[in-house]
Nanobody, 114 residues
Framework: QLQLVESGGGLVQSGGSLRLSCAAS????????MSWYRQAPGKERELVAR????????YYADSVKGRFTISRDNAKNTLYLQMDSLKPEDTALYYC???????RGQGTQVTVSS
């Protein structure tokens, strides 16, 4: 069964950090590029970061560049998003997705208080 399950969200103060995880199963994780998206109420979905299947090629949205770090551990079939210097505008539902497919997780809520 194809599945992506996120964890690590929560409530944090402005300037704090969180590390999100996305556990993949049911497919060859190491063969796919992966992405993190976020969506806040009333706003469009935003591509936050993307990583190639080997972890060499990275992309970040301008809004998170220098603060967020995407990584992966192909041996553990897990995708990560380290989020530092969090701001209230980072508040959103964050979810991982397999690139070029409809496969995505349910998401984990991140709330940053000012």
């Amino acid at each position: 069964q194809l599945q992506l399950v996120e964890s690590g969200g929560g409530l944090v103060q402005s300037g704090g950090s969180l590390r999100l995880s996305c556990a993949a199963s049911g497919f060859t994780f190491s063969g796919y590029a992966m992405s993190w998206y976020r969506q806040a109420p009333g706003k469009e979905r935003e591509l936050v970061a993307r990583i190639s299947f080997g972890g060499v090629s990275l992309y970040y949205a301008d809004s998170v560049k220098g603060r967020f770090t995407i990584s992966r551990d192909n041996a553990k079939n897990t995708l990560y998003l380290q989020m530092d210097s969090l701001k209230p505008e980072d508040t959103a539902l964050y979810y991982c997705a397999r690139v070029a497919s409809s496969l995505r997780g349910q998401g984990t809520q991140v709330t940053v208080s000012s």
